[in-house]
């Protein structure tokens, strides 16, 4: 167990629903991350939280938005879905096990989001 | 711009070969290059990682080459096994720093 909980796993949504990503983790590390994988994109950083309440904008931010009221809750909101936010979601959090200075993602399962 | 480019898109590569994945960047404040493997229907993981004051990193049949001058680094799989069939990600960063840009990613195909 990673200890980072993506859900739901699988959604299928219609142009200009709202749709939210959950993620948990289990433990209480300040970074937390979005990103998106798309083929030829590799993956692309959506936004990042430093802590609770405390959040930035990444490399592909637009039309996303998130919130962290609490530490280990990181959802990512689609306001208006449209067909090019159809993708695969990872969540991420980024911990220092060895102390060295060098951060370690780890990432969750990822949420296959399908946009009609 | 992506801040980190990453080739081939794809790779076959015979069992027992050896596999080469090469990235390159632009960004001279990077200081932390990690490598991430990654399985179908799952996320990536941290498969290993250098920092620029070292010219190479081996870790049983990955090591990681790299070439400061050239901004340059690449990922060698030498005795390639099925099981390493996978998409490999490079990635940069500063140490310290939490903000990770990936490359495009190589799915490895390691025929039997």
């Known amino acids: 167990d990673a200890g980072i909980t993506q859900s739901p796993r699988y959604k299928i949504t219609e142009t200009g629903r709202q749709v939210t990503l959950m993620c948990h983790q289990t433990?209480?590390?300040?970074?937390m991350f979005w990103y998106r994988q798309d083929l030829g994109h590799g993956l692309r950083l959506i936004y990042y939280?430093?802590?609770?309440?405390?959040?930035d904008k990444g490399e592909v931010p637009d039309g996303y938005v998130v919130s962290r009221s609490k530490t280990e809750n990181f959802p990512l909101t689609l306001e208006s879905a449209t067909r090019s936010q159809t993708s695969v979601y990872f969540c991420?959090?980024?911990?220092?096990?060895?102390?060295?200075?060098?951060?370690?993602?780890?990432f969750g399962a990822g949420s296959r989001l399908t946009v009609l | 711009q992506q801040q980190v480019k990453q080739s081939p898109q794809s790779l076959i590569v015979q069992k027992g070969g050896i596999s080469i994945i090469n990235c390159a960047y632009e960004?001279?404040?990077?200081?932390?290059f990690p490598w991430y493997q990654q399985f179908p229907g799952k996320g990536p993981a941290l498969l290993i990682a250098?920092?620029?004051?070292?010219s190479e990193k081996k870790e049983g049949r990955f090591t990681i080459s790299f070439n400061k001058s050239a901004k340059q680094f690449s990922l060698h799989i030498m005795d390639s096994q099925p099981g390493d069939s996978a998409t490999y990600f490079c990635?940069?960063?500063?140490?310290?720093?939490?903000?990770?840009?990936f490359g495009s990613g190589t799915k490895l195909n390691v025929k039997p």
């Open positions: 990635a940069a960063s500063t140490e310290g720093f939490n903000k990770f840009y």
């Open positions: 433990w209480s590390h300040s970074y």
């Open positions: 250098i920092r620029p004051d070292v």
């Open positions: 960004n001279t404040a990077f200081d932390y």
């Open positions: 939280s430093a802590a609770a309440d405390i959040t």
């Open positions: 991420a959090r980024a911990s220092n096990p060895t102390g060295s200075g060098a951060n370690v993602l780890t």
